[in-house]
């Protein structure tokens, strides 16, 4: 984590040490309609009750958790108006649970209803809605505006019944480039921040969680989705943005136009390109890809879109910092969970990561195999975003008193789940907040006692040096490579989700960074790299790896990775491969693997060993094709695995081949590093946690 410079006022230091070191609690405290929509009385439309949340907020500020978060409005309840009655209940309700108490407040930016009226030009409109101000503004605050970013029978809230429906949106809520709503949004924070400075609450405010977009976790309207062909932002000034940037980009109207190949192209006649042009599942290399000068305008938009989205956070975190001298900071960077991840504006980590105006970046925890004897995950690449800010992860723990589901069935699962989320945070020196988003999820005497029991662990850890991460494995990703491709659903659950929950389970210890972070990597201490998805061109990550990683430590290329682009650096090079509508992979000795090729729907590869004099191939189609294959050349073992999908089963000879012994013979997800270990069984509750102490003397503790 990088500290804060000397020249920071105090408040700043001491905000972000209380949220370097401490867990927090949240709650459905300060939940209501977002964008603010109103009862038949008149009333701002909530979806808590305040004695119910402050009885599970005392009772975790009991064992200890002296750091709370929760919504906190924003006071802006239409174009120019505000009020603060919503925001003064939430603060008084936090500091009525003692002395000593830190608040974090996550504050909702989306505009009012009646902003979108009185600003129709500003508003992000799908494909298929209206390019023009009149027709955009008679859509607005109708059924045909998305004001939730996703498809559903209304605003999700348990015992809460919508009048609204929101499906089938033309329109959506505030463009992320618009320069109307920053200045707006922007000008609703400092108001907030006056307002609370002039409270006697102030002083409890460590920070400030800035949000917007979809769900308030600065997402693009309609980025959560499943794929669907309307999304987009064609919307009036967004359009004149893209053109704005795009002539910031290419230095002149000719050399855009040429690139773009649109040469009627104006700022006045400009689109972003279609949907059907940037997504849809197809077989296509060059179009899926987008290898072909068609696809350069597809790759620029995705850029820009994060660019903006990076650009608004900082805009805002900075608004907050300069009115307040307190950290700020907000969600961002799903790349790991979201297949439409640069549609959603989360790819641009380095220009987010390089602000000195966020301090911290959020998620939740990975909703992908998180359950009960599964390895849970993120869906961020945590560990680069710990080299330059705080992390923050967000325990969306479904226990057995949850009523969502999936959830815990039992006690002793609920015990399995919150010891694995602390043992997976506490490993990579990343803080959390244990949330409770239904109302009772903690609930219980049995519960409260082990966040108690886990709080003063976490106090007693954090307190010994900056631990050095023993991991055997390193897994390589890159963000910037879904500027690359067309999203896949079922490429990025095979690649991003699946491969690396497996992996996850061979009971050995691993570290996620990005690629862009090769640099600077001691990369001399691992016994695999894996490279997950570098699609990038001009990746010059396979130069890197040959000068810094140990000559006996094995590179595997996943997919096609580092190929698509230029030269194949594994020395393994792909060709296409059909597949039927049913096909098998077989691995060595390993039992085959049947798939249908309808869930696969992205570009499949075989492997070409005509040149086969050191090539070993490891794995085979049903019809003979090689899908995966070693070879040594310089000194390097070098792997590809053209599939984008290994099993549990499958990454163990791999391990075995590397030469890697797991930490123990059965299937275990293991975090750990010099402070403790945890091995939490695959597909039971079982689970061993210990404390290592000095002299090689371990403590067990679970």
Sequence with gaps: MKPMDDDIHSRQRT?????????????????????????????LIRFYDTERMLRYHREMFARGVKLHSSLLFSGWIGDGKFDYAETDRVLSAIASLGPGVRYLPRVKFNAPLDWGKNHPEELCVYFDGPRDREGIRNLAGGLRQDILGYDGDGYYAINYRDDRPNRNGL???????????RRDAVDALIRLIRHVQATPWHDMIIGWHIAYGNCGETALWGGFNQPVMRTGDFGISH?????????????????????????????ENIEPPPPSLRQGGTRNAEEFF??????????????????????????????????????????????????RAAYAGHCAYDRVLNSPWIDFLCAPAGYYRRGVGEPGGEQVCAQSITRRKLFLDELDLRTH??????????????????WREFARCLMYDNNFWWMDLGGGWFDSPEIAAEIGKLEKLARRLRKR????FPAQVLILS??????????????????????????????????????????????????????????EPDSDAAAILAKGVAAET???????????????????????????????????????????????????????????EDITVLARYSDGTPAAAECRRNGRLTLRVAVPLLSKFEFREILRRAGIQPYREGFAACYGNDRFHGIFEDGGSSFEFYEKLPGNQSRHLA
């Design 239 to 267: 359009r004149k943005a893209f053109f704005d940037w795009g002539m910031k980009c290419y230095g002149s109207l000719k050399k855009m136009r040429e690139t773009w190949l649109l040469p009627e192209l104006t700022r």
């Design 554 to 612: 094995p590179i595997l290329w996943m997919y096609a990775s580092g190929r698509v682009h230029g030269d194949d650096p594994s020395g393994l090079p792909l060709k296409a491969f059909t597949p039927p509508p049913e096909f098998g992979i077989k691995f060595g000795n390993l039992p085959e693997r049947r798939f249908l090729s309808e869930e696969h729907e992205y570009p499949m590869f075989g492997i070409d060993v005509s040149d086969s």
């Design 15 to 43: 905000g972000w040490k209380v949220l370097a070191s401490n867990s927090a609690f949240f709650s459905k405290l300060g939940f209501t309609y977002d964008p603010p929509r109103f009862d038949a009385n008149g009333e």
């Design 465 to 468: 040096s900056v631990p050095h």
């Design 401 to 418: 008193l949850a009523q969502e589901k999936p959830r815990a069935a039992n006690w002793p699962e609920t015990r399995y789940l919150l």
């Design 171 to 181: 329109i959506a809520n505030q463009s992320f480039s618009s320069e109307v709503w």
């Design 290 to 339: 987008r290898t072909s000068p068609a696809a350069q305008i597809c790759i620029d938009y995705d850029r820009f879109l994060c660019e903006k989205d990076a650009e608004s956070l900082e805009i805002l975190c900075r608004a907050a910092k300069t009115a307040d001298d307190r950290p700020a900071g907000g969600f961002y960077g799903y790349y790991l969970t979201l297949p």
């Design 478 to 535: 890159s963000d910037e490579a879904f500027l690359y491709h067309r999203p896949s659903f079922d490429l990025h659950r095979d690649l991003m989700q699946e491969t690396p929950a497996e992996l996850q389970l061979c009971a050995v210890t691993i570290d996620h960074y990005r690629t862009s972070d090769l640099n600077s990597l001691p990369l001399d201490r691992y016994r695999l790299v894996i490279i997950l998805n570098s699609f």
